[in-house]
C-alpha cells in the first residue's frame, strides 16, 4: 500500500523541492509542492513535472489520486509571510 511517505520520497527524488508535505489516506493524496523548477510555467506544465517525478506510478493505478499544489519559492513566500 502506498502512503504519504512513499509519494513525498517519490516526488522529493525526481524533482528539487523547497518545501514539500503529502498527506492522504491510501487511496487519495494532496500534496504541497515548492519548487524553483516550476518559475515561468503554467498550471498544467508543473503537474506535468510532478507526473514526471512520479515515474509512471499514477498510470499504472498504484497511486489512484493525486490533487495537488504547485507553487514556486516566491509564491510561497508571498502567500507565508
Avoid at 49 to 71: F, K, N, W
Amino acid at each position: 500500500m502506498v502512503t504519504p511517505a512513499h509519494i513525498q520520497d517519490y516526488i522529493a527524488q525526481g524533482l528539487p523541492c523547497e518545501h514539500l508535505a503529502v498527506d492522504g489516506d491510501g487511496a487519495h493524496f494532496e500534496a504541497l509542492i515548492v519548487s524553483s523548477v516550476f518559475e515561468g510555467k503554467s498550471r498544467i506544465q508543473r503537474q506535468q513535472a510532478v507526473y514526471q517525478a512520479l515515474g509512471g506510478r499514477m498510470e499504472s493505478g498504484e497511486i489512484h489520486a493525486l490533487s495537488m499544489r504547485t507553487l514556486t519559492p516566491e509564491e510561497w513566500r508571498q502567500q507565508n509571510g
